[in-house]
C-alpha cells in the first residue's frame, strides 16, 4: 500500500531506511500518472521487489518536486537509504518497471 508524502513529511517517510522507496511523483491531470498507478501497485503487492511505494502529488508539494528536479510527469526516483539509485520519466509497462527495477536495485 502507497505511502503519501508531502513537503513537510517527505524526509520522515522515505528516510535512511534499509528498504529501498520507489517516490512517484505524479499530478491528478497527468494522464500517464493515472495508466502507470495500477502498475506501481501491483509490482509492490506482487512482492517481486522488496520496496516501499510513495507517492508525492507534484502539483501540491513544489518544494520536494524542485528538490529532484522533476520536470515532467510521472517521474519515478528509486532511493535506499536516502541516496538515488536510479530515476525514471513517463509511464511504462509492468515488464519494463521491473527490469528498471532489477537493474537499479541492490542485489539481496
Known amino acids: 500500500m502507497a505511502q503519501i508524502a508531502n513537503d513537510a513529511n517527505f524526509d ?40 516501499r511505494l510513495v507517492k508525492v502529488n507534484a502539483d501540491e508539494n513544489a518544494e520536494v518536486a524542485q528538490r529532484f528536479n522533476v520536470r515532467s510527469l510521472p517521474t519515478l526516483v528509486l532511493m535506499s537509504k536516502g541516496e538515488t539509485l536510479g530515476r525514471k520519466i513517463g509511464s511504462m509497462s509492468r515488464s519494463a518497471l521491473e527490469q528498471w527495477m532489477s537493474t537499479s536495485l541492490p542485489a539481496g
Open 12 to 51: 520522515q517517510i522515505v528516510g535512511q531506511d534499509e528498504t529501498p522507496v520507489l517516490v512517484d511523483f505524479w499530478a491528478p491531470w497527468c494522464k500517464p500518472c493515472h495508466a502507470l498507478s495500477p502498475i506501481l501497485d501491483e509490482t509492490e503487492a506482487a512482492g517481486t521487489f522488496r520496496f
